[in-house]
């Protein structure tokens, strides 16, 4: 039996409209080389400019993480050959990062698991090679896109930690706005650091992961990696210290290079960069630009409107998501006043919650609207609350209530108007109600006998079979318009108990 140790290396590109030392723009999926300048390709001469917006981001990641922000952090170069950084160089952080010691929680079968961060340090991206055949392309749009790149201790375990640990850090950074997450784009990508010893033993020989560009790659690379090493030892073999590539195709590590000894990348100050000392003023922007993070809002949401744990989960799931529940259920409180609905805020969050994670959820998906996009959704907060709280107060069916929901984004209307042309206003009157009953007793005058019958001979089953196939009788009558329950009252009255 082994102890393993997990360490990772996330880099996330952060948000600026522009590149972090250059006024390049920073966009995804440009033409070629269109996004370039001499400062970003390197000529002779050029001075970089650092991006304030591209600090400012990287300080809310920091303090996200629970990472002190020091009184000075500045720059060094990052010294190295690579055909997709012209300078030979890159412009990074090493003596002085701008996010040191941090944690972050997870959760999971395990408990809570507490993982310490290393440190976040902002640096510029390389370029991008593309590979066709013999020949290789060079794309130098992404060279010097503004990097974040956080480093954890290596406190995981197990590739599952691990996976929780990435999911954990992608909802976070989309909820502060500072990254997409899209791990498919190469916006938020990981490198894994792994290695195993017997308990008590320490840190075992490290082997590198790279081409994880997803969460599920990266649980699926390091499990098979901690069970390679694992038999690699009981062979009684040294495992060999390298970086390795995940192949998604095979499902399994395969080797890349040696890495006998740490590189020296020959780090020195950047000259033509200042030190950055964050003031007040700077400090109090990114106080102010910090909003409630996923996992603290899941437990409020919890606590505060009484739903569940799962439930909460997949609210929180998406910034707009949670924003959107919170804001129907103070919508359709103020539209339960006005048609006498029965709603307090549990139960009014209790509707909503059980209507986006059902048929909401399922025509965002049909229509293909991202949770995170569900702002610009034609069902408005108050027409959504519009139907939770006319269906509360009983005067819409759920039948009727589902009707309405998919004419008023078919139409784009008001789902009052689309309720009073169609006349699928709920009947309540039970005098009404009484008519159509009778109406059905007389049509359906064997039926109420076997009913009674069944009553008298107290075969509970039976009844309650009959019983729920007049209310359907009378339902039918009305267009799914009576009330059920009063319906149901009014047979259970004839038949008897």
């Known amino acids: 039996m082994y102890q393993s140790f997990i360490g990772l290396e996330v880099h996330i590109h952060l948000l600026t409209k522009t590149k972090v030392f250059c006024g390049c723009r920073s966009a995804f999926g440009d033409e070629p080389n ?42 060094e170069r990052k010294q190295y050959f690579y055909p997709d950084m012209t300078k030979n160089y890159q412009i990074s952080q090493f003596a002085s990062p701008l996010g040191q010691n941090g944690y972050v929680d997870i959760e999971g079968p395990w408990g809570v698991k ?30 010097g896109v503004s990097l974040l790149e956080i480093v954890t201790e290596p406190d995981m375990e197990t590739g599952e930690q691990a996976e929780v640990f990435i999911q954990h850090l992608r909802r976070m950074v989309r909820y502060l706005g500072v990254c997409d997450g899209n791990m498919e784009e190469g916006s938020l990508r990981a490198d894994a650091n792994v290695s195993i010893n017997l308990p008590g ?7 590198e992961i790279k081409n994880l560009n997803s969460s599920r790659f990266v649980r699926l690379g390091l499990n098979y990696e901690i069970e390679r090493q694992a038999k690699t030892l009981d062979a ?52 102010n630009a910090m909003v409630e993070l996923p996992l603290p809002r899941q437990k ?67 229509e293909g609207v991202a949770l995170s996009a569900i702002g610009s959704f034609k069902l408005t907060v108050d027409r959504f609350a519009c139907l939770v709280a006319m269906t509360a107060a009983g005067s819409l069916s759920t039948k009727n209530a589902k009707q309405t929901l998919e004419l008023a984004l078919a139409e784009d209307r008001d789902p009052v108007d689309i309720i009073r042309e169609k006349g699928w206003e709920q009947i309540t009157d039970p005098v009404k109600i009484a008519e159509v009953v009778a109406l059905v007793e007389r049509e359906e005058a064997a ?10 001979a107290k075969n ?14 009378a339902l039918e009558k009305t267009q799914g318009r009576a009330d059920p329950r009063i319906v149901g009252e009014q047979i259970q009255a004839i038949i008897g108990t």
């Not at 809310?60 to 922000?69: G, Q, R, T």
């Not at 440190?119 to 130098?140: N, P, Q, R, W």
């Not at 395969?254 to 030190?275: G, S, W």
Request: glycine residues 4%; hydrophobic residues 40%.
């Open 300 to 366: 409020r949401l919890e606590h505060e409107y009484g739903i569940s744990t799962e439930q909460a989960a997949i609210i929180c799931e998406e910034r707009a998501f949670a924003d959107y529940f919170e804001s129907a259920v103070a919508a359709a409180l103020r539209v339960a006043r006005r048609v006498s609905a029965d709603l307090d805020k549990k139960s009014a969050a209790s509707r909503i919650a059980n209507w986006l994670l059902t048929d909401i959820k399922h025509i965002l998906a049909r």
């Open 201 to 207: 033993k320490g840190l075992g020989r490290k082997v």
């Open 114 to 143: 507490r993982v310490r961060i290393h440190e976040c340090h902002l640096e510029e991206d390389a370029g991008k090679m593309i590979h066709t055949g013999a020949v290789s392309f060079l794309d130098y749009n992404r060279a």
């Open 236 to 287: 009684g073999k040294t495992v060999t210290q390298e970086t390795r590539l995940w192949n998604q195709n095979r499902d399994q590590t395969e080797p890349m290079r040696q890495k006998e000894n740490a590189q020296d990348y020959r780090y020195f100050p950047e000259p033509d960069l200042p030190v950055f000392e964050p003031d007040p003023a700077f400090l109090q922007s990114v106080k």
């Open 460 to 473: 509970q089953k039976r009844r309650r079979t009959l019983a729920a196939f007049l209310v359907g009788k």
């Open 34 to 75: 269109t996004n370039v300048c001499p400062v970003c390709l390197g000529y002779p001469g050029v001075l970089p400019v650092l991006n304030r917006e591209a600090m400012k981001m990287g300080c809310m990641v920091a303090k996200a993480l629970n990472c002190a922000i020091p009184e000075k952090t500045w720059f």
């Open 447 to 456: 039926t109420f006998a076997e009913a009674r019958e069944a009553a008298t």
